[in-house]
C-alpha cells in the first residue's frame, strides 16, 4: 500500500502546479501509474504463488495446501486494476462519434474513422418542429350516442 501512497503523493504536488486541464491529464497518468502498480503487485503474487507450489510439491506437502488466501488477493488485486481503468476511461472522456459511434481522442475535431464532426454534445441539429401538429384534434369527439339514435327503430 505504500507504494501507491507514495504515488498519489507524487501526483497531487504535481498536479498542484499546473492547471485544471493538464490536472485530468496528471490524474489520469497518477490512475496509469496505479494500475501499473498494481500489476507489478499482481506479477509478484504470482510468483510467490509459484514458489510456494514448488516448495511444497519438492517437501511433499504440496496435497494440503490451500491456495484460497492467494488466490483471493490475487483476485482482489484484479478486482482494483479494474476499478483503476474505469476511473481511467472516465477521466479521458472519450468522445464517440456521432456517426459511426468510433471513440476519438478527447482533443479530436473530426472523427479520425469516418471524418465527421465532433464535438457538440447536442443532438438538437435536426430541429423538427412537432408543436404544430394540430391536424385532426380539432373534430370535436362526436360519438354516436346508442340512447339517443337507435331507440326509435324499433
Ligand atoms: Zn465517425
Known sequence: MGAFEDVVINA???????GKEAGRLVDIS???LNAAELQRDISKKYE?????VYDAYKSGTSDNMSFDE???CIDELYKRIEEVNERINALSKKSACPKCGFKNDD????????GA??????QNDATTDFSDDSF??????DEKNPDNNFSGEE
Not at 48 to 52: A, D, E, I, S
Not at 117 to 122: A, D, I, P, T, Y
Open 12 to 18: 497531487k504536488s504535481a498536479a498542484a502546479s499546473v
Open 30 to 32: 497518477k490512475l496509469k
Open 48 to 52: 510467490n504463488l509459484g514458489k510456494m
Open 70 to 72: 492467494h488466490i483471493g
Open 107 to 114: 482533443k479530436a475535431v473530426f472523427c479520425s474513422h469516418c
Open 117 to 122: 464532426k465532433l464535438g457538440e454534445e447536442s
Open 136 to 141: 385532426g384534434s380539432d373534430l370535436p369527439s
